[in-house]
């Protein structure tokens, strides 16, 4: 059911014979969906203009070439029986704030309260005076040069998120564990968050959410602020989702984002960086691990970077293992803009495949307009090292168990970009459990 | 202990034969020594040892204490007692040279039947093993071999050797690439491992390495066989004056 301020905007496009039109598409996707009357409300009517003029991506489109966009339009998600796994082991041992978001909607009673020293937070239907004004604008500012329909769809109609607002330098980390409650569950969440001047925030992610899921993460952080986040996406689902990070970084703030996805059916995961502010880092990384024998593995990074500020640094990090005929895309750009000096831009791209039916497309790019910068890129696809598997195997150390070494091996680059040692280990020795007998990650 | 009878041995992938009837034996607690020049067959043999790919076993047998080394698997040879010291001990990064460590020798003591060692009493063992070869801590929990220098590179094949106790040894040019204190160390590594119930074969160039580690009997290896046997002497016969001779000798 649409709403009626949906209804007033939605225009029928022409019927014409033939291949289905993407504005038809974006119809039948609306028809789905019910715009959210909260205090966001005209953000959320923005987000649905520029979804409107900018319809549903097709094969054609330039960033959707590689990754088939129809389970994403599809109006409904095919639905997914719920697992029965338990929330995820990972950092249960750590001291933090737990949320619990079910199908992308928060948890009150799961959860801890809403209340953490240094931060303010709320839900989005109870709003926030400071995130009137941000809400959805990181998101639409990263819709140029490349659209991303989906993060627009999901300013609009997002069901729940959380607005997050750092003013200190909270002791715990804030921990959002996903939960699926549906099989049919079409999960949409957005977060927004504002660091302010020096503050600093580890944000965790675990878990799986929705048959399908769409969330958007705005991060903006003000000068001097460091931003941590580091998700890890729960194995044996396959589901369809596409996750969105959009960030803009002051001067001397640092942002960092790792993420890891076990299985999965078709996962899109887009991170859009500014860096607006001179001598900031922005970090982001992540490792996609994908068996297609149960069911079809697609994993996609897509990745814009631009450097518009002097002396900044950015690196991209992404590592896939692929095995039994996965795929792997990976798509990161880095745009120098014209005066962005001394810009150090590193990017590195590299699959791991475990047999011959698997692929993994890159597209690797670099756009400068500053001449005074050190951009370097790379792209590998390659077996495994067999003579790091005979070594290993010559110390008695059994096939299987140096084939995970050598996984673990292969990974290491991203996971170096989670900077907690701990967490890192913590992350290091879930995916050894999960690589040797499948334990759940 | 270590028996290899006619052992030929040709490159699976292309039409070229590198052991040409190979014998030789290795009786319990004796050291020997292969010199060779460049290509002989010198590392091949130390890799159809151990259990490489590559390679093609056309004729000939090898076996360690009776059993048949040719048919099992690299990590099966381990088990059974055999270690290949490597001319180039390969990096691992990301993963901590202890965690390996622990996982070779508990890997070994599963596939023997034997009790794996509680993470105590391996901790205990290899730090004592480690200050010996003056390896540092920090050494032993830094990712495989990732930025060891050459030398300690060469030491940390000796820990995994002293670690994993085998019986047969195979050093495969250990002595390339160390300086003169470092050859020093490993030599010491060596010699303390040496015991009435285990052998060596140690591939060289030089004969330095054999003023260190004191071989009991010397093989010339040229053309894929071994050519000529005997004790220390040759080593310097070598050292003095080259292969010329002795090859020429052999006919």
Known sequence: MADTALQTKVQQTPEVAGAPKPAGALDARLAELTLPQDTLAAARQDALSRLREMGLPGPRDEYWRYTDPRPFNAPRPTALPLSGAGDSPLFGTTERLRLVFVDGVFDADASDALALDGVEISRLADGADWAAGLYGTLEAAGQKPVRRPFAALNTGFATDGLLIRVTGKPARPIHIIHRRGSAEADAMWHHTIRLEPGAELTLLETGATGARSNGVIEADLGQGARFHHIAAKRAGDAKTGVAHIFARVAAEAQFKSFSLAVGGTQMRHEGVIDIAGDDAVAHIAAAALGDASAAPFHHDDTIFITHGAERCESRQVFKKVLKNGATGVFQGKILVKPGAQKTDGYQISQALLLDEASQFLAKPELEIYADDVKCSHGSTTGAIDEDALFYLRSRGVPHARAVVFLVLSFLADALEEVEDEALRSEINEALDAWLTDQAAI | ?251
Not at chain 2, 67 to 90: C, I, K, N, T, W
Not at chain 2, 150 to 168: C, H, S
Not at chain 2, 187 to 215: K, M, W
């Open chain 2, 1 to 251: 202990m270590l028996k290899i009878n006619n052992l030929h041995v040709k490159l699976e992938e292309e039409d070229k034969q590198i052991l040409k009837g190979l014998s030789l034996e290795v009786p319990a607690g004796q050291v020997h020594a292969i010199m060779g020049p460049n290509g002989s067959g010198k590392s091949t043999l130390s890799y159809v040892l151990s259990g490489r790919d590559g390679y093609e076993v056309t004729e000939g047998e090898a076996h360690l204490d009776g059993e048949s080394l040719l048919d099992m698997e690299p990590e099966e040879r381990a088990a059974a007692g055999l270690f290949l010291a490597f001319q180039y001990p390969v990096e691992i990064p990301g993963v901590g040279n202890m965690t390996f460590l622990r996982t070779a020798v508990n890997a070994q003591r599963k596939a023997r039947g034997e009790t794996e060692l509680s993470s105590g009493e391996f901790l205990k063992e290899v730090r004592a093993k480690a200050a010996e070869l003056q390896i540092s801590p920090d050494m032993l929990k830094r990712p495989v071999n990732v930025g060891f220098s050459g030398g300690e590179k060469k030491r940390n094949e000796i820990l995994q050797m002293a670690m994993l106790a085998p019986r047969m040894c195979i050093m495969d040019e250990t002595d390339s690439g160390l300086d003169v204190d470092a050859m020093r160390l490993v030599s010491e590594g060596v010699n303390a491992l040496r015991s009435p119930d285990r052998s060596f074969l140690v591939i060289t160039h030089y004969q330095r390495l054999l003023n260190h580690i004191q071989p009991d009997v010397v093989h010339i290896m040229s053309n894929g066989r071994i050519v000529k046997s005997g004790g220390p002497e040759l080593a310097l016969e070598v050292e003095e004056n080259g292969y010329g001779d002795l090859l020429a000798e052999a006919g």
